[in-house]
């Protein structure tokens, strides 16, 4: 079956920065558009970012545009989210999703399988 395993998470001080992974198995990764969301308490699960199935194209939620960025390595089934200059509302659990096609964006329904999550938590 599909997995998706984050790693990367971790505490951080506002300003700083972090690198996501998200390792794929049990699907032709190369195939499917992939992104990123995350879940801060108390909030519903926001898209944060999303790459096509080559990666050449990216889309982004306007609270990280200029501040993340989302890539893949289809040789090594892995999709990063580079984040820099942190701030404290960055603070959430990060999840990795894997697209029904090999277009996706920023839309729930777009993706079928997810990750377990990772927590980021941006201190002032």
């Known amino acids: 079956q599909v997995q998706l395993v984050e790693s990367g998470g971790g505490l951080v001080q506002a300003g700083g920065s972090l690198r996501l992974s998200c390792l794929a198995s049990?699907?032709?990764?190369?195939?499917?558009?992939m992104g990123w969301f995350r879940q801060a308490p108390g909030k519903d699960r926001e898209f944060v970012a999303a790459?096509?199935?080559?990666?050449?194209?990216?889309d982004y939620a306007d609270s990280v545009k200029g501040r993340f960025t989302i890539s893949r390595d289809n040789a090594k089934n892995t999709v990063y989210l580079q984040m820099n200059s942190l701030k404290p509302e960055d603070s959430a659990v990060y999840y990795c999703?894997?697209?029904?096609?090999?277009?996706?964006?920023?839309?729930?329904?777009?993706?079928?399988?997810w990750g377990q999550g990772t927590q980021v938590t941006v201190s002032s």
């Open positions: 999703a894997s697209g029904r096609t090999a277009y996706t964006g920023s839309y729930y329904s777009e993706y079928n399988y």
């Open positions: 049990g699907r032709t990764f190369s195939s499917y558009g």
């Open positions: 790459t096509t199935w080559s990666g050449g194209n990216s």
